[in-house]
């Protein structure tokens, strides 16, 4: 019996039919190098993706920070060190948030004084940061305010502000020869914003504390046992702003730090140095956008400072710690004055010196002498560039020894 053709022989070399089993292709195996370089190229490429969109978001919610033309601002060479003046304004015109509610009507506010003035100094080539602050009533002549406000004389430095960061610059630069190159302005609503992002600051107080004006407590300060917690961003404000700062050493015993502005600004830095802890240990790509968010509205910057240049300082200072920052304070003494009441003379040489270390060099020529109680000028010695760095590390400059007003175990610290 013949055989016909096997049905399931394939004609042509077509593919096989239904159920038979075709030869199998050889396929080269990929090695165990290839697999590691093709998983290390996917790698990178993720990670270059998530970096770019986060540069991208962070320079568009910088972007949001509300900026402003700078005249009398300092030109800086590109990663030359340079000098921020940070203000801290006391204006709440228009304010109907928590600040407004905490600290008193916007109605009752007349003009604008900054309530806090510091400068820092970056230099980005070493990786440092010094921080000086020179108490709001320096006793100044001042500069580049408008001639027949009743302001253009003799008064405190903080009353410079009252027409914006021009002529507060101005003062600095003339009265004291530190050239600023930008300028950042926070306010009330700001701090609270900036701290309860964080999910409050931790700060270790010796004893319980208030702030007492007679009876008064005007910053609305109250801690009421002592130890390390965390204070959300009304009380890290209330803190930062207390000028009568008094501690509890026994049930009932209150002692008076008797400091007024001067231990103010050591609180203050205190406060700094927390909040940068906190921003360490916190912020991760979850939490930067609440951070962010939250404090963009409330802060004004000089139009000179770019979103990029922020972002860049902030990946160069990523592992800064608040430890790190090395904090100053311009020497002066209180004083009266018939023109301004209540001031604060600055003390030479000790205050020139101060400024020397803090620039790392002598400063610029000034113009307009610093103030006696008498409205006099106050002799500025010669200065020379210091020898040495300008204070070790531990985050403290020679203003913010133990025999500086202000300090002492009664101030609470970062924990």
Not at 21 to 47: E, F, H, N, Q, W
Not at 248 to 257: K, L, N, R, T
Not at 322 to 334: A, D, E, H, R
Not at 341 to 370: C, R, S
């Amino acid at each position: 019996m013949t055989l016909g053709p096997d049905p399931h022989a394939v004609a042509g070399g077509g593919p096989p039919p239904p159920g038979s089993t075709p030869a199998k292709k050889r396929r080269r195996r990929r090695s165990t190098r290839d697999k590691v370089l093709i998983t290390g190229v996917v790698i990178v490429a993720v990670v270059l993706l998530m970096v770019g969109s986060v540069y991208g978001y962070l320079q568009y919610r910088l972007g949001q920070i509300k900026s402003e033309k700078c005249p009398t601002c300092s030109v800086v060479a590109d990663g030359a060190p340079y000098n921020v003046l940070l203000v801290g304004s006391d204006s709440r015109a228009g304010d109907t948030g928590a600040a407004a509610r905490s600290f008193g009507s916007a109605s009752l506010v007349g003009g604008q004084r900054s309530d806090t003035i510091k400068i820092l100094h970056v230099d980005p080539g070493a990786g440092t940061a010094r921080l000086l602050s020179i108490p709001r009533d320096t006793y100044v002549a001042m500069s580049g305010m408008p001639a027949g406000t009743g302001l253009a004389t003799d008064n405190k430095i903080n009353t410079s502000f009252n027409d914006g960061p021009g002529p507060l610059i101005e003062t600095i630069q003339n009265t004291f020869g530190i050239p600023i190159n930008h300028f950042v302005i926070i306010d009330f609503d700001g701090v609270i914003d900036l701290v309860n992002s964080l999910g409050g600051i931790n700060l270790d107080f010796t004893y319980p504390a208030r702030d007492n004006d007679n009876g008064n407590n005007n910053s609305g300060l109250r801690i009421t046992h002592a130890g390390c917690q965390t204070l959300n961003g009304n009380m890290a404000l209330a803190l930062a702003r207390s000028r009568y700062y008094e501690y509890e050493v026994h049930p009932g015993v209150w002692y008076y730090d008797g400091s007024s502005d001067l231990g103010r600004i050591q609180r203050q830095d205190i406060i700094i140095q927390a909040v940068v802890d906190k921003a360490k240990s916190t912020l991760n790509p979850l939490t930067v956008n609440a951070f962010l968010g939250s404090i963009v509205h409330d802060i004004t910057k000089d139009e000179a400072m770019s979103s990029s240049q922020l972002v860049s300082l902030a990946q160069q200072y990523h592992a800064f710690s608040g430890s790190q920052l090395q904090t100053y304070t311009l020497p002066t003494v209180g004083a009266y004055s018939s023109v301004a009441g209540d001031v604060e003379v600055v003390a030479q040489p000790a205050a020139q010196q101060v400024i020397t270390q803090f620039l790392g060099q002598a400063p610029d020529q000034i113009v307009t002498p610093p103030l006696d109680a008498y409205g006099s000028a106050v002799t500025i010695p010669p200065t020379t560039a210091p020898s040495a760095p300008a204070s070790s590390g531990g985050g403290s400059g020679p203003a913010t020894t133990s025999t500086v007003p202000g300090t002492g175990s009664f101030n609470p610290k970062p924990c």
